[in-house]
């Protein structure tokens, strides 16, 4: 993997990076943080980069590290407001959003207030989405409208149950960040049965 230097342009490989301990720390910093947040990180820290020098090592490993420990904490509270879940997949659009609207963002930034007010937002709106499909589920006795629940079998297997209030598709899982695995095409269609019956 070759890496180009934005300042003078300069070409090496990942590898001779790696001979400086503090720049083989960060990568491997990077390397271990939840996807999709490897692949917006650095766009991300450039925001940090003061505007008349280059952003040490060491400092960008202590970022990247706050990072981390944002992204363990699996949910984000501004002041006065209550706290959101906040998978990976937040954050990092949080993140993308900051880089596309860098123009007009006040650099350095000195810390990460601004990415969680961000990822508070798009995690607001995330939470309303699912509360509003629950609501709208229970609103139809937790089943969809004008089905009836029955006894059939699902398939070559007994019928695992209907669906229950606010249980949402394996695949609305994946991608709203409740679970790590993407579902099977299996799974998907066993809970597309469920859902009509």
């Known amino acids: 993997m070759k890496l180009v230097c ?3 342009g300069l070409t090496a490989s990942a590898e001779a990076w790696l001979n400086d301990a503090a720049a083989r720390e960060l990568l491997l910093a990077v390397a271990m943080l939840p996807a999709p947040l490897p692949k917006t990180c650095l766009p991300y820290l450039g925001l940090f ?6 952003l040490s090592w060491a ?9 981390a420990r944002l992204a363990a ?39 990460h207030n601004y990415l969680r007010q961000v990822a508070w937002q798009l995690a607001d709106e995330a939470d309303a989405k ?30 695992r149950g209907v669906l ?5 598709s394996p695949m609305d899982a994946y991608v709203q ?5 993407k579902p099977t095409q299996e799974e998907m269609n066993e809970w597309s049965m469920r859902r009509l019956l």
């Open 6 to 8: 934005p300042s003078c």
């Open 49 to 54: 980069r003061p505007e008349t020098r280059a």
């Open 59 to 67: 400092k960008a490993g202590k970022i990247v590290g706050e990072l």
């Open 73 to 111: 904490e699996g949910h984000v509270q501004v002041q006065g407001k209550v706290a959101r879940p906040c998978p990976p997949r937040i954050l990092s659009a949080a993140m993308e959003q900051m880089v596309e609207r860098r123009d007009s963002i006040r650099r350095p930034l000195p810390n």
């Open 130 to 159: 699912d509360e509003l499909r629950i609501k709208n589920y229970e609103l139809r006795g937790g089943r969809p409208a004008g089905r009836e629940v029955s006894g059939n079998r699902v398939g070559d297997g007994e019928m």
């Open 164 to 168: 229950k209030p606010g249980e949402m």
């Open 177 to 181: 960040g409740h679970r790590d695995d």
